[in-house]
């Protein structure tokens, strides 16, 4: 499975921006996905989950309200799109899979999951 981000960019306070995560490579049915962002100096965090069986979605309170994740399987694409952004939502953003076997999973633990995408940025200027 190689997943490939897109969307990102520069947008102002309080605007609004999608990033995808797309399947080049592989399908993304039966992967559950999380989407996770690293700013410079800090560690990755988990932002945002959705399960591959019953489509259940998780996000982390910073971003509850605001971010909202959605998958197309038509497309082969998980979206997260992104409203009232804020400057501390600056970082890079990745998305990540793994084989849903029904196990318990530690969603917002990046080593949880198996696939990467290469990330993309995401710029909220003040």
């Known amino acids: 499975l190689q997943l490939v981000e897109s969307g990102g960019g520069l947008v102002q306070s309080g605007g609004s921006l999608s990033v995808s995560c797309m399947a080049s490579?592989?399908?993304?049915?039966?992967?559950?996905i999380g989407w996770f962002r690293q700013a410079p100096g800090k560690e990755r965090e988990g932002v945002s989950y959705?399960?591959?069986?019953?489509?259940?979605?998780w996000y982390a309170d910073s971003v509850k309200g605001r971010f909202t994740i959605s998958r197309d399987s038509a497309k082969n694409t998980v979206h997260l799109h992104m409203n009232s952004l804020k400057p501390e939502d600056t970082a890079s953003y990745y998305c990540?899979?793994?084989?849903?076997?029904?196990?318990?999973?530690?969603?917002?633990?990046?080593?949880?999951?198996?696939?990467w995408g290469q990330g993309t940025q995401v710029t909220v200027s003040s």
């Open positions: 990540a899979a793994f084989y849903d076997k029904g196990t318990t999973v530690v969603i917002t633990n990046p080593r949880a999951y198996d696939y």
């Open positions: 490579s592989g399908t993304l049915d039966g992967y559950a």
């Open positions: 959705v399960s591959s069986k019953d489509g259940s979605t």
